[in-house]
């Protein structure tokens, strides 16, 4: 039996990554041709078309998905093979990062994230992956993603879990709302149509239990996969946003016509966490990457605890 080409396992492994035969060409340092040509080895020797023309995108075939997982392991674990015991320089290293991430950290935490690279891994990039159809831990599992920063959910079992900030909801409004003119009571917070946040188009959110134990109903009159979409349709309507408060406060702080207020119907605090599979347990610099993650939230909820401290 012949062996194997072991780069054609890496090219597989970049374009089922890129999704392009562009994009992998370029990740492997060749010319479009050439990976066109290395794709056609790799039909050849896997007997199957591994990726299909779709308009003008490639799509993978079912053989090709089922194999991602094991595909993107064995590069993995054939890269730590050639690693040298005295550990790798993160300034020198290209590495790019797929991370899944809640809005809430990405206005408070991604400019300072972004500095700490700057410095200590310049080359690296990171490259932020929508929410999808596809379950969370799969992602991580088949290293659709490296890393999932969320509401904290149950994960599989195998999944590592670190907690890293706490927030909670507040309500938001155009500055001169006529919500602002009298006490806001739940039975207020109903007059006025209001605006859903939801990645996956859910109309539902945590406020509408909450209202539902008072006998109340608030009318969803539009739903945003975006907050930063939200925050803007506030401008000219009398909508109402419901919107995390590390959000809502980032939003108030960056100049918009806005205001904040207490709902009459308090939520629940909501734990936000980071998530990873546990095969990159030990790599240098994923470790670096959750390490200082986990350093700037730290930092954001001792600054808050020391604002909300009265003085002596």
Excluded at 38 to 43: E, V
Excluded at 63 to 78: D, G, I, K, S
Excluded at 121 to 149: K, N, Q, T
């Amino acid at each position: 039996m012949a062996r194997p080409d072991l780069n054609l396992l890496l090219a597989l492994d970049a374009l089922l990554d890129e999704g392009s035969v562009i994009g992998a060409a370029r990740r492997m340092n060749l010319s479009p041709p050439a990976m066109s040509r290395t794709l056609s080895r790799i039909r050849e020797a896997l007997a199957d078309p591994v990726f299909v023309q779709v308009g003008r995108k490639l799509m993978p075939t079912p053989r090709a998905l089922a194999l991602r997982e094991q595909v993107r392991l064995a590069v993995e674990q054939a890269t730590q093979v050639f690693e040298p015991d005295t550990g790798i320089d993160l300034k020198s290293l290209d590495r790019r990062f797929s991370v899944r991430a809640t809005d809430e950290f990405v206005s408070i935490h991604l400019g300072h994230l972004l500095g700490a690279m700057a410095t200590e891994m310049p080359r690296a990039m990171l490259r932020f992956s929508p929410e999808e159809d596809d379950v969370d831990e799969e992602a991580l599992r088949s290293g659709r993603i490296d890393l999932f920063i969320s509401a904290s959910r149950k994960l599989g079992p195998e999944i590592r879990v670190q907690s890293l900030f706490t927030t909670t909801f507040v309500g938001v409004a155009r500055a001169r709302h006529p919500v602002f003119d009298d006490e806001i009571t739940p039975e207020r917070l109903t007059h006025w149509e209001h605006i859903n946040v939801s990645r996956r188009g859910k109309a539902i959110g945590p406020i509408d239990a909450a209202l539902e134990a008072q006998g109340l109903r608030r009318h969803v009159a539009l739903v945003v996969q975006s907050p930063y979409t939200a925050l803007f349709a506030l401008q000219d309507s009398d909508l109402l946003l419901p919107l995390p408060r590390h959000l809502a406060s980032s939003a108030l702080a960056a100049g918009l016509s806005i205001r904040l207020f207490e709902l009459p119907t308090p939520l629940e605090t909501v734990l936000l966490t980071q998530a990873w599979h546990p095969r990159l347990d030990s790599d240098p610099a994923h470790q670096w990457l959750r390490h200082t993650i986990h350093a700037l939230c730290n930092k954001e909820e001792a600054e808050a605890a020391r604002r909300t401290q009265p003085e002596r």
